[in-house]
């Protein structure tokens, strides 16, 4: 007999991850002498984990907003999920088709066209050339990238990359959509319509993961909020709660700063 109960599944599961950079900064020569004096002995770059030990589970459906000051491990976090970099330790799963607006255009081939930079990351994602060909039209028309999509991507201006890029995305169906502070290079009546897509995409039932420094906006899309504070998850929990807390340390450190 078949089991038709639907079980909420795990989507993205992130368990005791650490991400470490290596701080590049200029030595100067003395420092530089003095480590070959030394026999070259030391790491003359300087380490640092810009995630430390952070755990995260994301059910299926689930709209999660991350949240954090500036260099708190937001993108690293998402490039992780994402499989972009991979993690120094811990483990990052993730499960169904993830689509990634992280880095705009990035999967652009810039000699290609607009047209077949479509094919390209379709298939990057996933699709087969059939699927591409039935949904080419709407990715075009949703793009509103009109004649230009005969023209090579280096001439595109960053908000065309966007508008491509994400109607790519979007229609590639993904089960996981992870999306970072992208959407502040559109312009506002693309941007309303990104909006009204992610928010369609969030009553389908997808998986949205969303980094922004737009804490209405989250709030509006989004039901939980994780906070990040250099490179630990400090709170998870309603958005409204974390937006609330987020503010709450913006104005201390602010108080601090003047
Ligand atoms: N490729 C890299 N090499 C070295 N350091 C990096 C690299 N990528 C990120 N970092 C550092 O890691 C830390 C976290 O960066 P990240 O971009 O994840 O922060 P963020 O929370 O997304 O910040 P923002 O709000 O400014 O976008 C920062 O100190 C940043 O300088």
Same mark, same amino acid.
């Given at each position: 007999m078949t089991d038709h109960t639907v079980t909420m599944q795990t989507a993205i599961t992130v368990q005791g991850v650490r991400k470490e950079f290596v701080l590049r900064h200029t030595?100067?020569?003395? &420092?530089? !002498?003095?480590? @070959?004096?030394?026999? %070259?002995?030391?790491?003359?770059?300087?380490?640092?984990?810009?995630?430390?030990?952070?755990s995260l589970h994301v059910e299926e459906g689930e709209t999660v907003a991350l949240m954090g000051l500036n260099g708190s491990g937001k993108s690293t976090l998402l490039k992780l999920i994402s499989g972009v970099l991979q993690p120094d330790a811990g483990s990052v799963r993730t499960r169904g088709r993830v689509a990634g607006l992280i880095e705009v255009g990035a999967g652009f081939h810039h000699d290609l066209s607009g047209r077949d930079n479509v094919y390209l990351n379709g298939a990057i994602l996933g699709m087969s050339e059939q699927q591409i060909d039935a949904m080419?039209?709407?990715?075009?028309?949703?793009?509103?990238?009109?004649?230009?999509?005969?023209?090579? #991507?280096?001439?595109?201006?960053?908000?065309?990359?966007? =508008?491509?890029?994400? $109607? @790519?995305? !979007?229609?590639?169906?993904?089960? !996981?959509?992870?999306?970072? &502070?992208?959407?502040?290079?559109?312009?506002?009546?693309?941007? %309303?319509?990104? @909006? $009204?897509?992610?928010?369609?995409?969030?009553?389908?039932?997808?998986?949205?993961? #969303?980094?922004?420094?737009?804490?209405?906006?989250?709030?509006?899309?989004?039901?939980?909020? #994780?906070?990040? /504070?250099?490179?630990?998850?400090?709170?998870?929990? /309603?958005?409204? /709660?974390?937006?609330? &807390?987020? %503010? =709450? =340390?913006?104005? &201390?450190?602010?108080?601090?700063?003047?």
């Amino acid at each position: 007999m078949t089991d038709h109960t639907v079980t909420m599944q795990t989507a993205i599961t992130v368990q005791g991850v650490r991400k470490e950079f290596v701080l590049r900064h200029t030595r100067s020569l003395k &420092e530089a !002498v003095m480590w @070959i004096l030394r026999g %070259r002995r030391g790491d003359i770059s300087k380490k640092f984990d810009a995630l430390k030990d952070v755990s995260l589970h994301v059910e299926e459906g689930e709209t999660v907003a991350l949240m954090g000051l500036n260099g708190s491990g937001k993108s690293t976090l998402l490039k992780l999920i994402s499989g972009v970099l991979q993690p120094d330790a811990g483990s990052v799963r993730t499960r169904g088709r993830v689509a990634g607006l992280i880095e705009v255009g990035a999967g652009f081939h810039h000699d290609l066209s607009g047209r077949d930079n479509v094919y390209l990351n379709g298939a990057i994602l996933g699709m087969s050339e059939q699927q591409i060909d039935a949904m080419f039209d709407s990715i075009v028309e949703f793009s509103e990238i009109g004649e230009f999509i005969d023209t090579e #991507v280096k001439f595109y201006s960053s908000g065309m990359y966007l =508008r491509l890029a994400f $109607s @790519i995305a !979007v229609h590639t169906d993904p089960e !996981v959509f992870l999306i970072d &502070e992208i959407l502040a290079v559109g312009d506002e009546p693309f941007q %309303r319509k990104c @909006i $009204s897509k992610i928010k369609e995409l969030a009553e389908a039932g997808k998986t949205l993961f #969303v980094v922004s420094h737009d804490l209405d906006l989250v709030s509006t899309i989004c039901e939980r909020g #994780v906070l990040l /504070e250099h490179g630990k998850v400090i709170m998870d929990g /309603e958005v409204h /709660e974390v937006v609330k &807390e987020l %503010r =709450r =340390r913006s104005a &201390e450190s602010a108080g601090t700063e003047a």
